[in-house]
């Protein structure tokens, strides 16, 4: 089965400054790739995806790039703000029935 | 946000009792899931349902039932709880891919310990 490696597990950077997330994917038949936003006490919720077409999508201050030689895909955040803290989750599937694997998940604190 | 509730939102339940966890949505959506999350581990995949009785297993079943009599409700039992099973559990929905998104909307979660 597919396995999503995410790293790093927590990180902290001051207000303003960019973050970045990286994943790597293990089954070449993996298609989707959608990143989560967890905030406390609630449930995931996708902030951006990006299918096996594409290199690279924006929305905002969030973009995604995937290569899909090396199986791996990254968030970019620019400008963070203290409202970005929150766990997020990279995730790949194949889609069909839509089984998607999560990574591990990483703690981002941005520091205001 | 989408219409998904689920029961109880807590539960303390003792070792070798069963409970049923309940999944309810209003999108009128093909397919629900049935997660677990625990530090390290992110969200692993328990069960997933295609449609009413239609169900398949995930990543880490064992020790798990469920059952989809109804298209709005998805029901994850544990037949007899363990400590191990000590997790906070969340359920998913989403429809046939539109656009190419297969976005999953999640509920907010139940928090159960197992004692």
């Known amino acids: 089965g597919e396995n999503v490696e995410q790293h790093p597990s927590t990180l902290s950077v001051q207000e303003g400054d960019s973050a970045v997330i990286k994943c790597t994917y293990s089954?070449?038949?993996?298609?989707?790739f959608p990143w989560y936003k967890q905030e406390l006490g609630k449930g995931p919720q996708l902030i951006i995806d990006i299918r096996s077409n594409v290199g690279e999508k924006k929305d905002q201050r969030i973009a995604v790039t995937l290569n899909k030689t090396a199986k791996h895909f990254s968030l970019h955040i620019t400008e963070t703000q203290p409202e970005d803290s929150a766990v997020y989750f990279c995730a790949a599937t194949p889609g069909g029935y839509q089984k998607v694997t999560f990574g591990i998940g990483t703690k981002l604190q941005v520091i205001p | 946000d989408a219409g998904i509730t689920q029961s109880p939102r807590h539960k303390v339940t003792e070792t070798g009792t069963p409970v049923t966890l309940r999944c309810h949505q209003t999108?009128?959506?093909?397919?629900m899931y049935w997660y677990r999350q625990d530090p390290g581990h992110g969200l692993r995949l328990i069960h997933y349902s295609y449609g009413v009785k239609d169900t398949d297993k995930g990543e880490v079943s064992d020790g798990y039932s469920v059952s989809r009599s109804k298209t709005e409700d998805f029901l994850l039992t544990l037949e007899s709880a363990t400590s191990s099973q000590t997790s906070v559990y969340f359920c998913a929905i989403s429809a046939l891919p539109t656009s190419g998104s297969y976005e999953q909307y999640f509920g907010p979660g139940t928090r159960l310990t197992v004692t």
């Open positions: 999108e009128n959506h093909r397919y």
């Open positions: 089954d070449s038949a993996s298609n989707y």
